[in-house]
């Protein structure tokens, strides 16, 4: 019997390099959707013969299955003569059969075998889906039927104040539970704030150019016009900006987005002089800070400021987006207008799930898997840049220090950024471009911004060979 697919749950399973839909019902067994995912899958020519299968340990893990659970699949098919297994040697596909139950006029074309390392996600895989049960389970025996109403506007005080302990600690953030709001992500957060501002009369806001044209389009929906700060080495600065019409300016001080550098003291204090005799706001947009590789992050811009800088964090990275949780840590006059426009926006965030987040928080868990991730992002960096460099010597690569991505930058004689991305993309790979970032797409120089996050731990290296040779092969000239 084929598992039930409706409703269902999207898994994560291989398929040279990319993730393919494994569709887990609720009822039924699970070995059968992973037996029915890659029999299909071999079927189909996705998995052809010989390819190598992921570990159990590692399959099981990115799909947050029980080991034995995979075992017992990859033995059925064994059995069935789908897979090859020998003592030491990874599981294989085992080579085309003919015979009635594989028609070659019944295979279908494979379907197109897309590779996205586009800077968005972190390994979506490796959420902590046993701690998120547990967290869970113990939300579900602890609270009180007051938790299943809408709650408080400004978040659960258990998720702030679990929050602002752990912003102290690890990010140097001023925090109490009564400086916190929480909100859907990052995204709500800035929404929020440019609501808040246009409302006052505000006019202009400061964005770092380059940054996330999403970004920029929210904060124009608000009826703000963006201003763009320029970014070099040292950062985002006000250098030939019209500083004086500006509310505020939103920056990514820990790891710029998306070139990856770090707001040097001296534009830290350029930004927080310019807030104090303005009185324009500071949002800092601290999205990956936990993520830094070769030294302790700086730390938080609004530690040194606590008054002028609206700090806003996000489970974005460090868990996942899915979740939609983030959090503003704001000076006192602007938590009531911060909260009011979420009462406008939304009728506050799951309880549920601030619940269960704030018992991650509190018991250390968060930020086990923070310090987890951040040694196997660690990892994947040195990997992908090892591997550039054998493969592609001749490009310069940057924005490593810090984050999820690199930035690969081509040279002069190479064809367009927004060539390489069409000669990718012809081969089932998708990258991002700077360009895209800039509030004028036409300027500046090329380069590419590759995720080593995006794929699942057991189709990392696969991931990463099949994009170096895809770049070796778009960017030859002619
Ligand atoms: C620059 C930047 N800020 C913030 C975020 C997080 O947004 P959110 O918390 O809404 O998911 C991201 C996520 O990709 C980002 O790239």
Not at 14 to 29: D, I, K, V, W, Y
Not at 50 to 74: E, F, N, Q, W
Not at 227 to 234: E, K, R, T, Y
Not at 458 to 472: K, N, T
Request: proline residues 8%; glycine residues 10%.
């Amino acid at each position: 019997m084929p598992p039930s697919t409706s409703p269902s749950t999207p898994l994560p399973v291989p398929g040279r390099g990319r993730l393919l839909e494994l569709q887990l019902g609720p009822e039924g067994p699970r070995r059968t959707a992973v037996e029915a995912a890659l029999r299909s899958a071999i079927r189909d020519g996705r998995l052809p013969a010989g390819s190598p299968l992921p570990s159990t340990r590692a399959l099981a893990a990115d799909l947050g299955l029980a080991r034995g659970t995979v075992v017992d699949a990859y033995e059925r098919l064994r059995t069935e003569g789908l897979l090859r297994t020998r003592a030491g040697a990874a599981t294989t596909v085992a080579a085309a059969q003919s015979g009635p139950n594989r028609p070659p006029s019944a295979r279908r074309p494979a379907e197109p075998d897309i590779l996205d390392l586009r800077p968005r996600y972190p390994d979506l895989s490796a959420f902590p889906r046993a701690q998120w049960s547990a967290a869970i389970r113990h939300v579900m025996r602890t609270a009180s039927s007051e938790a299943f109403g809408n709650g408080d506007m400004q978040g659960r005080i258990e998720l702030r104040a679990a929050l602002a302990q752990m912003l102290g600690r690890s990010r140097g953030v001023i925090a109490s539970p009564e400086r916190i709001v929480i909100c859907g992500g990052f995204t709500q957060g800035l929404s929020l704030i440019a609501q808040e501002l246009a409302d006052r009369g505000a006019t202009h806001l400061g964005m770092e150019n380059p940054n996330l044209e999403q970004h920029r389009r929210i904060v124009e929906s608000r009826g703000l016009a963006v201003d763009g700060l320029p970014v070099d080495s040292a950062g985002a600065s006000l250098a030939g900006v019209d500083a004086a019409r500006l509310s505020g300016v939103v920056v990514t001080p820990s790891h710029q987005h998306p070139v990856g550098v770090a707001l040097s003291p001296a534009r830290r204090t350029e930004l927080l002089a310019w807030a104090a005799a303005t009185g324009g706001v500071i949002v800092e947009d601290d999205y990956d800070g936990e993520f830094r590789y070769d030294r302790q992050p700086p730390a938080s811009l609004q530690s040194r400021a606590p008054d002028l800088v609206i700090y806003a964090g996000t489970a974005s990275k460090t868990l996942a987006p899915g979740l939609r949780l983030g959090w503003l840590v704001a000076p006192p006059q602007w938590i009531s207008p911060i909260v009011e426009q979420k009462r406008l926006a939304d009728a506050g965030a799951s309880s549920i799930d601030q619940l269960a987040l704030a018992h991650l928080v509190s018991t250390g868990a968060y930020e086990r898997q923070v310090r987890r991730m951040r040694l196997t992002y660690r990892r994947r960096r040195d990997h992908t840049v090892g591997r550039l460099a054998a493969r592609l010597p001749q490009l310069r690569v940057s924005g490593l220090a810090a984050g999820l991505h690199v930035v690969v930058h081509l040279p002069s004689n190479a064809p367009s950024e927004a060539e390489a991305l069409r000669r990718l993309a012809r081969s089932g790979v998708v990258v991002g471009g700077l360009s895209a970032s800039r509030h004028d797409p036409g300027r500046g120089p090329d380069a590419l911004l590759v995720s080593y996050a995006a794929p699942p731990g057991h189709a990392f290296e696969r991931s990463i060979e099949r994009f170096v040779a895809a770049l070796a092969a778009a960017i030859e000239v002619g």
